[in-house]
């Protein structure tokens, strides 16, 4: 399994990528192998603030629907468009082409109690 040490980590599977003031938001590739084949992704906060934890939409798969959930404080700039067609993107790219949300980060110090690579490793 692949875990870019670049980016950080949620004890929730979910993994952000942080560009200046925005970031990506997706699952890890541990999350999207458990949850095996997702066949649809359901995110329709775009424009809204959330408070970090908050669920920001949902991710079905062949066996279950899970939540996802805000790694931070954030206001959902843009929603990864391509998953509507393409919702394996999820599974075949989890860190790339398969990025759910796109943030203004608005809590920067929460950044810090995120799990790095290495953490996020040993808490599987």
């Known amino acids: 399994m692949n875990f870019p ?12 990528r942080v ?25 329709t906060t775009e424009g809204e603030t ?7 939409g949902s991710i079905e798969a062949v066996k279950t ?6 790694p931070v404080g954030g206001e959902v700039l843009e929603i990864n468009q391509a998953l509507e067609e393409k919702p394996e993107l999820v599974n075949e790219d ?12 608005l809590a920067p110090a929460e950044l810090d109690e995120l799990l790095t690579a ?3 490793q040993k808490l599987l």
């Open 50 to 56: 959330l408070d970090k934890e908050e669920a920001f």
């Open 118 to 120: 290495e953490a996020y």
């Open 19 to 43: 560009e200046g003031d925005e970031a990506y938001v997706g699952i890890t590739d541990y999350a999207q192998n458990e949850l095996g084949e997702i066949v649809y992704v359901d995110i």
């Open 65 to 70: 629907v899970s939540d996802l959930f805000m």
């Open 5 to 16: 040490s670049e980016l950080k980590y949620t004890k929730d599977h979910e993994w952000i």
């Open 94 to 105: 989890p860190y790339g082409k398969g990025w759910l949300i796109k943030i203004k980060v």
